[in-house]
């Protein structure tokens, strides 16, 4: 069976097209076109779909999914296995929702810790039995230079380059380069060595545009055999909506 996931993100959409697990068909938009997603259905033959979408309402594109495919609305109460102890079930956004399933099916029975540097930088822990208490939100990177440049008078609005290092702070720009990236590097070790304290032997599991940010600084460090980088995580975690609701 062969099958469409779409995430819809506060800055740009991703496509997938699957069969069973193996990953067919990736692509990044800024927008999604019915016309393109014609061709797709068309071209790989897809039967089933299903939409994580974060951001405004997409009627037209799931009446276009309803007419062309097998669609699954895909909700927070879609669950394979979850217990879901977060308070506020309704706000939690289905892209970590869907990130906490693809762990919980892909890696059964270990403790994974889900770090996604998108738009924002969200912390999920999902215990090795499946029971789901809640995580954290955080600014991302480009997200936190917007603010500096919005609340302030005189700072300029840095465009991060996103292959840059952490440099020294000798003039203005580079001081708020510095003083975010180095926040955001603090940020991330806390988190990790407090769930490393907690499971020693837990998998961190990383996601989103900006994580080539915290490889880089963790290439050396004694997490660095437990970091694993699946840029389809979402996807991947919509794709075990699909396999659970058609076993």
Same mark, same amino acid.
Request: proline share 2%.
């Given at each position: 069976?062969?099958?469409?996931? #779409?995430?819809? =993100? %506060?800055?740009?959409?991703?496509?997938?097209?699957?069969?069973?697990?193996?990953?067919?068909?990736?692509?990044?938009?800024?927008?999604?076109? *019915?016309?393109?997603?014609?061709?797709?259905?068309?071209?790989?033959?897809?039967?089933?779909?299903?939409?994580?979408?974060?951001?405004?309402?997409?009627?037209? *594109?799931?009446?276009?999914?309803?007419? %062309?495919?097998?669609?699954?609305?895909?909700?927070?109460?879609?669950?394979? =296995?979850? $217990?879901?102890?977060?308070?506020?079930?309704?706000?939690?956004?289905?892209?970590?929702?869907?990130?906490?399933?693809?762990?919980? +099916?892909?890696?059964?029975?270990?403790?994974?810790?889900?770090?996604?540097?998108?738009?924002?930088?969200?912390? @999920?822990?999902?215990?090795?039995?499946?029971?789901?208490? =809640?995580?954290?939100?955080?600014?991302?990177? $480009?997200?936190?230079?917007?603010?500096?440049?919005?609340?302030?008078?005189?700072?300029?609005?840095?465009?991060?380059?996103?292959? @840059?290092?952490?440099?020294?702070?000798?003039?203005?720009?580079?001081?708020?380069?510095?003083?975010?990236? $180095?926040?955001?590097?603090?940020?991330?070790?806390?988190? #990790?060595? $407090?769930?490393?304290? @907690? %499971?020693?032997?837990?998998?961190?599991?990383?996601?989103?545009?900006?994580?080539?940010?915290?490889? =880089? +600084?963790?290439?050396?460090?004694?997490?660095?055999? +437990?970091?694993?980088?699946?840029?389809? *995580?979402?996807?991947?975690? *919509?794709?075990?909506? #699909?396999?659970?609701?058609?076993?």
């Amino acid at each position: 069976m062969r099958n469409l996931a #779409i995430d819809i =993100g %506060n800055t740009n959409s991703k496509l997938a097209v699957f069969e069973g697990r193996t990953l067919l068909y990736h692509e990044v938009v800024s927008s999604i076109a *019915l016309e393109h997603l014609s061709r797709l259905i068309a071209e790989y033959r897809i039967e089933s779909a299903i939409l994580s979408n974060v951001n405004r309402s997409q009627d037209a *594109l799931v009446s276009f999914l309803k007419a %062309n495919t097998r669609y699954i609305p895909f909700s927070v109460e879609k669950n394979t =296995g979850i $217990q879901n102890e977060y308070k506020s079930a309704d706000t939690l956004g289905l892209d970590r929702w869907a990130k906490l399933i693809a762990v919980h +099916q892909l890696y059964a029975g270990e403790a994974c810790f889900i770090i996604d540097m998108g738009t924002c930088i969200t912390y @999920d822990y999902l215990p090795a039995e499946g029971r789901y208490s =809640g995580g954290s939100i955080s600014l991302g990177i $480009q997200m936190r230079f917007n603010a500096l440049a919005h609340y302030t008078g005189k700072l300029p609005l840095i465009k991060w380059n996103k292959d @840059d290092v952490i440099p020294l702070g000798t003039d203005t720009q580079t001081a708020l380069i510095s003083g975010v990236l $180095q926040g955001v590097a603090s940020e991330l070790e806390g988190f #990790i060595t $407090q769930k490393y304290k @907690d %499971n020693s032997t837990l998998k961190i599991m990383v996601t989103g545009g900006d994580a080539g940010f915290l490889l =880089g +600084q963790f290439k050396n460090s004694i997490f660095a055999p +437990q970091i694993i980088h699946d840029p389809y *995580l979402v996807l991947k975690g *919509l794709n075990e909506v #699909i396999a659970f609701e058609y076993v």
